[in-house]
């Protein structure tokens, strides 16, 4: 089977969507596009003082220092070479700024031509995995693919249960053993019979906190290195998850999980609850890492694939 999306969206759909993704970015919206506005319709004119403000705006939105650097350079050289005389010519440049530094990432991900899509979900407690995998399960047995969920993070109390409440909602299979049970076992026999059940995706849920950081990395790459005994190229698509509250936080962490694991994508969660969500800027432009999907709310469907250029519209729109 072909992993790749395959995405057949209508026009409502699209509308709905983009909808939803401009009420889940309203509190970045609030503290990148609004401030932005403020300042370019407000009274300063042309000068450092203008980019004094604006620098201030990027930070609050929690794009972090480089990234606010870069943008802010790469806008005064723009500005030099064009005829822009007027302020608000500024948020256009902005746009395509920001456009192109998430642009400039692609996703490279072999997806397996036969068997199943292995997908590993790592990254730290509550940042939203196992609620991710539920809105992403569901998402692709709705496009007609047969998905199963395993339940590897046996080291929290209840973590099975929640994994097993989502696939029984959804109706697909959880494959789980008791608690305490070694996670890459899990990972091993789950993997196995997603082959043998003929499944076009399988994803594993994972711990997000064990007794220090160091077991955890350990205990992950273990589930990697034993996943790959069953399929060679599994797993085929690592995604970290991020909480977008932590705002640049989240940089550190996700260069110790990349270190460790070789991550291929990012999910950023709980943008609805955050005006940080400038950090997917600095996520993709300095760890040069492509953000997969983002989460706008708790609900099934509150979660979409990432954008570049409906992300930078419903900011500004
Ligand atoms: N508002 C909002 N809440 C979210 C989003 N994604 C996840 N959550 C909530 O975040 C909380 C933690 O989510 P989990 O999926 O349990 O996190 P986890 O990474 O599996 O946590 P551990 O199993 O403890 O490692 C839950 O209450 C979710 O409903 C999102 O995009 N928006
Ligand atoms: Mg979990």
Known sequence: MNGQE???????????????LKLGLKKTRGSLASGVMRVVNGSTKFGPELWEELEEVLLASDIGVPTMTWVMGELK???????????EEIVQLLKELLFNALEEVQVDTAYPLEGPCVVMM???????????????????KRQGELVMVAAGDTFRAAATEQLQAWAQRIDIPCVYQKKGTDPSAVAYD????????????????TA???????????????????????????PH????????SIGQNSLSQARLFNEALDVDGIVITKLDGSSKGGVV???????????????VGEQIDDLQPFDPRSFVEALFD
């Open 6 to 20: 395959k995405d057949i969206v209508s026009k409502n759909d699209k509308s709905r969507f983009f909808s939803r």
């Open 77 to 87: 050289k723009e500005m030099q070479e064009s005829t822009v005389e007027k302020k």
């Open 122 to 140: 790592i990254g730290v407690n509550g940042s939203g995995k196992t609620t991710t995998i539920g809105k992403l399960a569901a998402r692709y």
């Open 190 to 205: 789950a993997v196995q019979s997603a082959v043998v059940k003929k499944m076009d995706r399988i994803f594993l849920d």
């Open 208 to 234: 997000g906190r064990l007794q220090t950081n160091k077991n955890l990395m350990e205990e992950l790459k273990k589930i990697k290195r034993v996943v790959k005994k069953v399929i060679n190229e599994a």
């Open 237 to 244: 698509e690592i995604l970290l998850v991020l909480d977008a």
């Open 281 to 295: 800027f600095s996520i993709v432009r300095e760890l040069k890492l492509p953000v997969r999907f983002i989460g």
